[in-house]
């Protein structure tokens, strides 16, 4: 079973850089696909970043890419966010997050992403906090 713990997060000044860290996958017997969420007092948690266990492709917001950078270890059971260039809109409470009913090409398709797609996953970290400072 997953059980999912986020660590990594703080606070850092505009430009500055962060980087997340999801531990509790396992990959012996399943298959998911992993996510990274943020949600920002009163707004709706958004989808920041995907990628599905084994495969390289990824989703990424539109407001994140070419900044932020999610990668999987498997020898550590691991998902990470390396976020870069952090701007003050990056403020929010980050949430990793896992489906084992999400297929490989949804998960790094950004039609699919387009629909918002957080109702899909079933297992959650507890959250981490990022402070971005202008």
């Known amino acids: 079973q997953v059980q999912l713990v986020e660590s990594g997060g703080g606070s850092v000044q505009a430009g500055g850089s962060l980087r997340l860290s999801c531990a509790g996958f396992?990959?012996?017997?399943?298959?998911?696909?992993m996510a990274w969420f943020r949600q920002a007092p009163g707004k709706e948690r958004e989808g920041v970043a995907a990628?599905?266990?084994?495969?390289?492709?990824?989703y990424y917001a539109d407001s994140v890419k070419g900044r932020f950078t999610i990668s999987q270890d498997n020898a550590k059971n691991t998902l990470y966010l390396q976020m870069n260039s952090l701007k003050p809109e990056d403020t929010a409470m980050y949430y990793c997050?896992?489906?084992?009913?999400?297929?490989?090409?949804?998960?790094?398709?950004?039609?699919?992403?387009?629909?918002?797609?957080?109702?899909?996953?079933?297992?959650w970290g507890q959250g981490t906090q990022v402070t971005v400072s202008s």
């Open positions: 997050a896992a489906s084992s009913t999400v297929d490989w090409f949804s998960c790094s398709s950004d039609v699919w992403w387009r629909a918002g797609r957080n109702v899909d996953f079933g297992y």
């Open positions: 396992g990959y012996a017997y399943s298959r998911y696909c």
């Open positions: 990628v599905y266990t084994g495969i390289s492709s990824t």
